[in-house]
């Protein structure tokens, strides 16, 4: 049984009640384009996409942007640093908070026009106070509607990638769409995942029949894996990154701008969040070692906050309340050394 408890407007009403006002489209417009070119190979510089486990708050996360947009300045000549503002918490057990989206305050109970609103209240925010335009998870493919005109980058996070819906979504979607390997691993998978995104498709969104023409900007995101018994195992190394660029081979020119960006927590660092340092430093050293693992391995995933690790409740300004993260000073420590072995 569905007790219906509030009518949601629709996207179009939402947009309209709030939309962006020309300067920080024109922002986003540029920031899509940088994002985009680095997908293509049409830029040589470096995707890092750095930002907490989860928003569940929007003064703090307004704070992060501010110091990455001030940290933007210093690297952009040779990085492209987009906010990881996840509005939307996937729960492995389908309970627990869920995010800003469905709970937008922690001491209240699920509101879901008002975490619409508040949303994009943070994402407006986040460019106007950075210049810089977000990336989210599109954990639920209906949400994305509601956003789509203020974030730069999409993932379809691992429990979501062997999914029909996010798949037929993604290929609508006109922006980097970073896949994210299935829980299990599978390359072949993941290979799928990202041909269905890429293809043109016929299917109903949002009471309407709707066509697509093909998303040639999704791309695979490696972020380790989990086996039968519930172990972390990491999949950043070079072995499997050459078997994604197989893959891109093997489809004979199917799919387009092979790309990949590693997700450096998750699975890989087995959520130990100092670990992503390290793995960091991993993927550049092979970066310069390999001509071709240069050439595919096209940005980080990072999860980073004002202060490290994690919380159980909203105590300390600028720790996360979902995944431990690192701490401001190893992040601008670290993007500092991306830029420079970059």
Known sequence: MFEKQMR??????????????????EIKRERD?????????????????????SAHESAPVLEYVKRLGELNEKVKDKLVLIPRIYTAKPRSRGVGYMGMFSQPDLENKEDTLRGIR??????????AESGLSAADEMLYPENYAYVEDLVTYVTIGARSSENQLHRLVASGIELPVGVKNPMSGSIPVLMNSIFAA????????????????GNPLAHA????????????IPNYHYETVMQVLDGYVNAGGTLKNP??????????SGKRFK???RIVGEVLQNRRNDADFRKIVKGFMIE???????????????????????????TERLIYDIAEKV
């Open 8 to 25: 949601i407007p629709s996207s179009e009403e939402i947009i309209a009640e709030r939309p962006v006002p020309a300067r920080l489209a």
């Open 33 to 53: 384009k940088l994002a985009t070119d680095v997908i293509t190979g049409n830029s040589d510089k470096f995707l890092v996409i750095v930002g907490p486990c």
């Open 118 to 127: 508040t949303i994009r209240e943070l994402l407006l925010g986040s460019i």
């Open 198 to 213: 890429q293809s043109p498709q016929v299917f109903k969104y949002h009471h309407w029949q709707v066509r697509t023409y």
């Open 221 to 232: 995101v490696l972020r380790g894996r989990v086996d039968n018994y519930g172990n972390d």
């Open 259 to 268: 790309a990949l960006i590693i997700d450096a927590n998750h699975s890989n």
């Open 275 to 277: 670990q992503q340092i």
């Open 304 to 330: 980073s906050f004002l202060v490290e690790g994690c919380q159980e409740h909203d105590e300390v300004f600028g720790k996360s309340v979902t995944d431990p993260c690192l701490g401001w000073e190893d």
